[in-house]
């Protein structure tokens, strides 16, 4: 490898390399920095004239899930260096980044990691056909010849291979074909987050980099959706100068790589990825050069701001009248006969897979807590209490009963459509989609939660607490409804401006776009860190569009087909005294209310436990996924009850009534509710509610020790972190081959 890398990257071609990316980073820093000042013209605009949108019905959890393992258990990976496979014990904590040991003995001595991996941009691929179709692609006219050795070959019928367009590859194989649907269940729902990578909290440096990315790109006319739009602002960064600089290197070297096809296509991938590193740590030292001088900046700006408010907004509704006045004749026009006739078909193929999604993460909350309620009866009421109720509470985070949902967004097709309004693929929307379904069952699970912990606190009997259980999960349920629909109204009017608005823009750039820099004398020199003539452009072209796609949302909800509730109909603040149960502290179930089978240790335990002890706690593996199989004592069968149906929960307190009454010894089988599935009736009403901000998954509470933290994923997109087995050296650096450089997120 580093013979290869010298040849092809010596120091004049790296030289050439760090002047390319300086120069794209500087263009694009232009762009950011003009973006902050917007930003926090609309984030202070926001904050004072909110208005108050309708209060979400479902609490949500304002401590993120930590101190937890998603996921363990062994699997195989292909160590490049000698090109042998070898048995790692592998777990993936809270913050979503695969962390591979030498084997599990290591993992309980503490030895550092083999390799922390950052999924972010990432694809998962299950077979090398497919793997090494892609890599032909990525080195046209290099092809392997019939019968010659491939790339990679894999030991087993079962592989999983992590593709990536400019970072290092990652591979790995499973012993059966359940193995493999579970990792890559667990592996997806780890790149999902990870591309998820921009922290919603954020109301300025987030939308200023979003909208820096987008005008940059649309500065080198290239609109529409961006597949590696994925992972933290330097991972993002990264991406978008090796979309420049990635075509150019290879023009240049691949006429010079030497051997045979597959040993040229494996030179490739190491100087991609070497590449891909260099322009990493230098996007990473520029980006936080920038953002240091903006965030020093931002004091004196915001009080501007705040003095300026009102002339402010005037100057800027006055340019944008002007613009109005210009484009309108002309974006109207477009509208009507290149977007307006086919808002209802995007609008069709997004409702009916996401709606699927939507229902089946009320189905599956719905059968675990009935599951659950059940096997209270049988079990002893609230013994087992702790050890259902830990578990339910992971629920959201639980990549395989999650599955059943996620997969509802994998049929979306933009058939005809996609290449008409340039949309280079749909796995922005599915992803998009599916961290809505995983906020709202974790909004679900936490009021439910909530209320019962509450409920708890009466000293009820067993018969009492099955009553109040079944009364529970059905006021959640209602409030799931109401807030599931406004998350699914919001979602596909962002969804369609997303695809509508990059295409409307590309239609008028050639007649507009000349025009704007006129307008810029309209603009106060005071005021113009906070207005640009560009995003009021984009302004005025959403609201000649806007119109057209709240209108087909409104139909959609009358038709009531995807159980979308009318925006006439608005929940204020209907359950004041909900909202009172999120300001306390966290519950922990397997403490207050755990039985002696439960995971999270004895009861009996002293509060003042020893650090040894902690972090024994700490780093025991307590996977939401690793014992599932065997599932519960009791389980509602396949016929379980519609969990809309007024008759089926009338049927089900029946039911639990009678369990409660009978003294015979607990079934041997498995219990089943015996009632036929009914029809869930479609809900009446609806309106917009709020959502709240999504807590970071690796943001822990402040104050914790470091040494109880698992270890955290790079945000390099190459990822991988590999320590030397002698001493435990700083997160943040790696010893083997300059396998990647460990940072936190």
Same mark, same amino acid.
């Given at each position: ?128 056909? /497919?793997? *090494? ?7 046209? &006219?290099?092809?392997? %010849?019939?019968?010659?050795? =491939?790339? +990679? $070959? ?80 330097? /991972?993002? *960064? ?7 600089? &990635?075509?150019?290197? %290879?023009?240049?070297?691949? =006429?010079? +790589? $030497? ?80 977007? /307006? ?405």
């Amino acid at each position: 490898m580093g013979d290869v890398l010298s040849t092809h990257l010596d120091d004049a071609r790296r030289q050439h390399i760090a002047e390319k990316t300086g120069k794209i980073l500087t263009e694009f820093l232009r762009f950011y920095e003009d973006q902050y000042g917007v930003a926090l013209f609309h984030s202070m605009r926001h904050e004072i004239e909110a208005t108050g949108a309708p209060q979400s019905q479902l609490l949500w959890r304002k401590v993120p899930l930590d101190e937890r393992i998603i996921f363990s258990g062994n699997l195989f990976q292909y160590q490049e260096d000698n090109k042998k496979w070898r048995n790692r014990f592998s777990l993936v904590p809270h913050n979503y980044g695969l962390v591979l040991y030498e084997n599990k003995v290591a993992y309980e001595r503490q030895v550092p990691p083999r390799a922390v991996i950052n999924s972010a941009g990432y694809k998962i691929l299950t077979s090398v056909d /497919q793997y *090494l179709e892609l890599v032909s692609n990525t080195l046209p &006219g290099i092809t392997s %010849k019939s019968g010659s050795t =491939p790339i +990679l $070959k894999c030991p087993t019928q079962f592989p999983l291979i992590l593709w990536h367009p400019s970072a290092r590859h990652y591979y790995f194989c499973m012993m059966t074909e359940a193995e493999q649907d579970k990792w890559q269940a667990v592996l997806q729902d780890c790149i999902r987050h990870c591309n998820n990578g921009i922290p919603e909290a954020s109301k300025v440096e987030g939308p200023a980099f979003t909208d820096a990315i987008r005008m940059y790109r649309q500065s080198k006319e290239l609109y529409g959706t961006w597949e590696m739009l994925c992972g933290n602002e330097v /991972q993002i *960064l990264s991406n978008l100068v090796m979309e420049e600089l &990635g075509p150019e290197l %290879k023009a240049e070297l691949a =006429p010079r +790589l $030497k051997g045979k096809p597959q040993e040229r296509q494996r030179q490739w991938i190491q100087i991609s990825d070497a590449v891909y590193r260099m322009v990493y740590e230098q996007a990473k030292a520029r980006f936080e050069a920038v953002l240091a001088k903006l965030q020093l900046a931002r004091p004196a700006m915001e009080a501007t701001i705040r003095t300026d408010m009102d002339q402010i907004i005037t100057s800027k509704e006055h340019l944008a009248s002007k613009i109005r006045a210009f484009i309108l004749p002309k974006a109207e026009v477009c509208v009507r006969n290149h977007v /307006q006739p086919y808002i209802p078909s995007i609008l069709e193929a997004l409702m009916v897979p996401t709606s699927q999604g939507f229902t089946e993460v009320r189905d599956v909350f719905f059968k675990e807590v009935t599951d659950m309620n059940l096997n209270i009866i049988n079990e002893g009421g609230a013994d087992k209490l702790g050890e259902y109720m830990e578990k339910l509470s992971q629920l959201a985070y639980h990549p395989l009963k999650m599955q059943s949902c996620y997969e509802k967004m994998e049929p979306l097709r933009l058939d005809g459509l996609q290449q008409r309004f340039d949309v280079s693929s749909t796995s922005v929307f599915k992803q998009r989609a599916q961290i809505h379904m995983r906020e709202q069952m974790d909004n679900a699970v936490y009021t439910f939660e909530s209320l019962l912990y509450q409920e708890l606190g009466k000293g009820p009997s067993r018969e009492e607490l099955c009553k109040a259980t079944q009364r529970i999960l059905e006021r959640v349920l209602k409030k799931y409804d109401y807030d599931s629909s406004s998350v699914r109204k919001r979602f596909f009017r962002e969804a369609l401006l997303q695809i509508t608005i990059p295409f409307l823009l590309k239609k008028l750039a050639p007649t507009c776009k000349s025009e704007l820099p006129r307008f810029q004398e309209l603009i106060f020199e005071d005021f113009a860190r906070f207005i640009l003539v560009e995003n009021t452009y984009e302004e005025v072209v959403l609201q000649t569009v806007m119109k057209d796609i709240l209108q087909a949302v409104k139909e959609a909800a009358v038709q009531r087909k995807h159980n979308l509730y009318r925006d006439s109909m608005v929940m204020h603040n209907s359950d004041p005294n909900l909202h009172l149960l999120a300001e306390g502290a966290p519950i922990d179930w397997s403490e207050e209310y755990s039985g002696s089978g439960g995971d999270g240790g004895s009861p009996g335990a002293p509060e003042a436990a020893t650090f040894s002890e902690k972090r024994r706690r700490a780093k025991q593996v307590v996977s939401v996924v690793q014992d599932e199989e065997a599932g519960l004592p009791f389980e509602a069968g396949s016929e379980l009850l519609s969990p809309a149906s007024p008759d089926s929960v009338t049927e089900l307190r029946g039911l639990l009534a009678r369990e409660l009454r009978e003294e015979n010894p607990l079934p041997a089988g498995p219990l089943l509710n015996g009632a036929p599935s009914s029809e869930s009736p479609q809900p009446v009403a609806a309106s917009e509610a709020s959502s709240p901000p999504a807590s970071p998954l690796w943001q822990l509470p402040p104050g914790k020790a470091a040494d109880l933290e698992p270890p955290k994923p790079s945000d390099q997109e190459t990822g991988e972190q590999v320590s030397s087995p002698g001493d435990r050296p700083p997160i943040h650096t790696t010893t083997e081959d300059s396998a990647g450089v460990q940072t936190e997120f």
